[in-house]
């Protein structure tokens, strides 16, 4: 298993690479019903259930493989480079956008054509980013280029990159100027709430609801840890709060409720490692797992205390992976 994992709710189905190909499975019954090859990883995928198309974009290799939803056939392949590392699609627009945190620019494509249709100069270099599914996308911005490895663990601590958020126009492909709520000075954006159209961002010491319009915390729920996903369609927002002396991951869940506020975490079941994915329609979440090897990815991670240690990272061994389906109680 390499990279992400994507759910299409329109199918059922679930696309991940096993290091060597993407390979598309029927979430019902684990029945594989695709195969492309020769997509090694994913670094993001982004559905188009509207034009029944998926996108895909893959570091390692700099591409954009476009897929036919209705056939699961490769429609497209085209080399973005450096900005391949995050994908969007705003269906307002139908656009998708490609970036990567070692590019200040991101690319825009026609969704429908496949084609390239321009290039936007962000105010910085992205770490993540978000659509409103309004003609909006947020970016959460960094001033300096960076790269962190495809994979990784919740144990792994990396000291948080000074972060920033700057709203893009979709329509007018106008960049807005780069802004930080005072009181999260390392901006963890992860997602929308497509109901509120409130960002929700982890800020060191809480998960938060901002209001973009406003730049306002509107709602808040005290934690100390690192976001791993929200799900728009549970209201949750999944939290990993590490322990580095013990080497272990507690992990929770934060609840927005029909209010818009949100409540105290509770203790999850520790299923959350990644790459994982959501089917908001019958409340089911999917994770995979594998066996691993460990390799040496010559980078180093910060402690709190400012010791630098070599970061090696578990690499999932092809042909072991297993694929785990929960559901709420």
């Known amino acids: 298993m390499s990279g ?169 492909m106008e960049m807005g100027e780069r802004w930080n709520e005072p009181s999260c000075p390392h901006i963890q954006l992860v997602g929308i709430d497509r109901s509120s159209q409130d960002l929700v961002i982890g800020c060191q010491n809480s998960v938060a609801l901002v209001d973009p319009q406003t730049r306002k915390i509107v709602a808040y729920s005290a934690i100390t840890g690192a976001i791993l996903a929200f799900s728009a369609q549970f209201g949750d927002a999944f939290v990993a709060e590490v322990d580095q002396h013990a080497q272990k991951a507690t992990f929770l869940i934060v609840h927005e409720d029909s209010s818009g506020n949100l409540g105290p975490a509770i203790a999850a079941p520790q299923v959350l490692a990644r790459p994982s994915a959501f089917d908001g329609i019958t409340q089911r979440f999917f994770a995979v797992q594998s066996e691993t090897k460990t390799i040496d990815t010559g980078l180093f991670m910060e402690t709190v205390g400012g010791e630098r240690i070599p970061l090696s990272l578990p690499q999932p061994i092809p042909g072991t992976f297993r694929i785990l389906v929960y559901g709420r109680d």
């Open 4 to 172: 992400r994992l994507g759910f299409d709710p329109e199918s059922d189905n679930l696309f991940f690479s096993d290091g060597k190909d993407l390979v598309i499975v029927d979430s019902r019954n684990g029945v594989r019903v695709g195969l492309i090859p020769k997509i090694r990883a994913i670094s993001d995928i982004a559905f188009a259930p509207d034009i029944h198309r998926a996108f895909i974009v893959d570091s390692d290799g700099g591409d954009l493989f476009v897929l036919d939803l209705s056939t699961l056939a490769l429609v497209e392949k085209t080399n973005v480079g450096t900005e391949s590392s995050s994908i969007v699609y705003d269906p307002a627009v139908k656009k998708v956008f490609t970036a990567g945190g070692e590019s200040s620019s991101c690319k825009v494509f026609d969704a429908v054509a496949g084609k390239k249709v321009a290039t936007v100069k962000l105010r910085g270099y992205p770490v993540h980013a978000a659509a409103d599914a309004h003609g909006h996308i947020y970016f959460e911005l960094t001033s300096n280029a960076w790269r962190l490895p495809l994979l990784y663990t919740p144990l792994t601590y990396i000291a948080p990159l000074k972060t920033d958020l700057a709203e893009l126009n979709t329509r007018t």
